[in-house]
């Protein structure tokens, strides 16, 4: 294991049995200021593996044993959040492209040039950091749902379909003061200040991945 002392909480995770490259590829990502954790097979990474590791991880193709493809559809199986990039040798090209398909981050060729890894490893942390932020939020907007009575929820589902105040009485046979009061309490329960942002925080949530 090869540690920085950079203060981000994600990580790369080498997984190569090529004892020179790993500790080369290690060598250059803590001289950047990155976490690193190496292993050298597959089948180590899996049996530390759990879905609250962030950063990303570096697979080569080929190893003994488990491939970095078999590990990577593995990862699928477990709808691991990490971006993966692929080590490769030219031979392997067709196979990275078909994981790229599969939803592979990217892949590049040894010998590889520094900056380019180091451009990949700065392009994958930032999305799995936007991807992880994105979930927390859906999160926290699926816990203020579940605050909602059922009225509110009746409310905000009309709120969201653009209905006016007393469109919403009409359709809920109710007054336009009782509309406007739970829509006052769903307001205040979602945790947001105008229309808009309402709006977008549901509209936008996405489905959680199953675990």
């Not at 590990?71 to 492209?97: E, K, N, Q, S, W």
């Not at 589902?157 to 009782?178: H, R």
Request: negative net charge; glycine residues 6%.
């Amino acid at each position: 294991m090869n540690n920085s002392s950079s203060t981000s909480e994600q990580r790369i995770y080498i997984v190569d049995d090529d004892e020179a490259l790993r500790d080369s590829l290690a060598w250059l990502l803590d001289s950047a200021g990155y976490l690193t954790q190496s292993y050298d097979s597959a089948e180590a990474f899996l049996a530390d593996y759990n879905d609250q590791l962030t950063g990303c991880a570096l697979l080569d193709v080929r190893m003994p044993g488990m491939s970095g493809l078999e590990l990577f559809d593995r990862l699928c199986d477990l709808h691991a959040t990490l971006p993966v990039i692929f080590i490769t040798g030219h031979g392997d090209v067709p196979m990275a492209v078909a994981a790229l398909k599969r939803g592979a981050a990217d892949f590049i060729e040894k010998p590889f040039n520094d900056e380019d890894m180091l451009t990949l490893i700065r392009q994958c942390l930032a999305v799995e950091k936007e991807g992880r932020d994105r979930r927390r939020q859906d999160a926290e907007v699926a816990r203020r749902l579940d605050l909602l009575t059922q009225r509110e929820h009746e409310v905000l589902e009309l709120i969201i379909a653009g209905k006016l105040n007393k469109q919403i009485a009409d359709t809920l046979g109710i007054s336009i003061k009782t509309v406007e009061v739970h829509r006052a309490r769903v307001m205040e329960k979602m945790g947001v200040n105008s229309l808009a942002e309402l709006v977008q925080n549901v509209v936008g949530l996405e489905p959680q991945a199953p675990r």
